[in-house]
């Protein structure tokens, strides 16, 4: 996985008094967020999935040594669920934007999400990150590392 990270967080708190942060998986279908969340979450990949319509998963970590949730939505990639994205792009507080590195069409849809953001939040000041994925398919590569 090849990260790029662009901002910094800025959380709500939890009922309990832990920050909590909102967390948007964005890209195109097939990239590999939702294998990306689930390994997040659970500490392993999924053998099978099917294509996400929309999944919500909350999880507790640490964030500068203190307790914190992470909601992390994990969206369609698919083109028939684009009209749901402006409402996720509203709501989250922090962004991962997912294009496989053996496809060369997500990474340039990857591209047009930053600014699909700051269309609905008429500012760059977001939290995001660039995610390379399948980066364990290098004989399929079609984004170079230096892209």
């Not at 659970?42 to 640490?62: G, L, M, N």
């Not at 990474?107 to 699909?116: G, I, M």
């Amino acid at each position: 996985m090849e990260v790029e990270n662009e901002a910094s967080c800025s959380p709500s708190r939890a009922s309990g008094g832990s920050r909590e942060y909102k967390v948007v998986m964005l890209g195109a279908g097939g990239v590999g967020k939702s294998a990306m969340t689930m390994q997040f979450i659970s500490h392993q990949f999924p053998d099978y999935h099917d294509p996400t319509i929309e999944d919500a998963y909350k999880t507790q970590v640490r964030i500068d040594n203190e307790p914190a949730y992470l909601d992390i939505l994990d969206t369609a990639g698919q083109a028939e669920f684009t009209a749901m994205r402006e409402q996720y792009m509203r709501g989250g507080e922090g962004f991962i934007i997912c294009y496989s590195v053996t496809d060369r069409q997500s990474f340039q849809e990857a591209a047009k999400f930053k600014e699909l953001i700051f269309q609905v939040r008429h500012t760059y000041e977001i939290p995001l990150v660039l995610v390379g994925n399948k980066i364990d398919l290098d004989r399929f590569r079609q984004v170079s590392a230096k892209f």
